[in-house]
């Protein structure tokens, strides 16, 4: 019932961007906070930005001042724009709802940065 649908992934060259979606149903949008995580080959899934259903972000250290996240809740849509991305910023990228106790995930999108 509840569903995310991640799009925009691909392969890009470092220095590049790429702007990934995730459009939601099944839920209240406006209600939830949302995020991206991202989880690369060996490692441990990380938080990468995330938005409040107040429109309040955060941002790992790691993508501060090339990330953004973004929301329109006329389109129960969140957005991710990636901008000088670097080799470390491949991995599977996930879109997250959350509410209380509440927490869902899109399917993940591939993203790979080539040098």
């Known amino acids: 019932q509840v569903q995310l649908v991640e799009s925009g992934g691909g392969l890009v060259q470092a220095g590049g961007s790429l702007r990934l979606s995730c459009v939601v149903s099944g839920i209240i949008f406006n209600r939830y906070n949302m995020g991206w995580y991202r989880q690369a080959p060996g490692k441990q899934r990380e938080l990468v930005a995330r938005?409040?259903?107040?429109?309040?972000?955060n941002y790992a250290d790691s993508v501060k001042g090339r990330f953004t996240i973004s929301r329109d809740n006329a389109k129960n849509t969140v957005y991710l724009q990636m901008n000088s991305l670097e080799t470390e910023d491949t991995a599977v990228y996930s879109c997250?709802?959350?509410?209380?106790?509440?927490?869902?995930w899109g399917q993940g999108t591939q993203v790979t940065v080539s040098s």
């Open positions: 938005i409040t259903n107040g429109g309040r972000t």
């Open positions: 997250t709802a959350s509410l209380l106790l509440e927490n869902y």
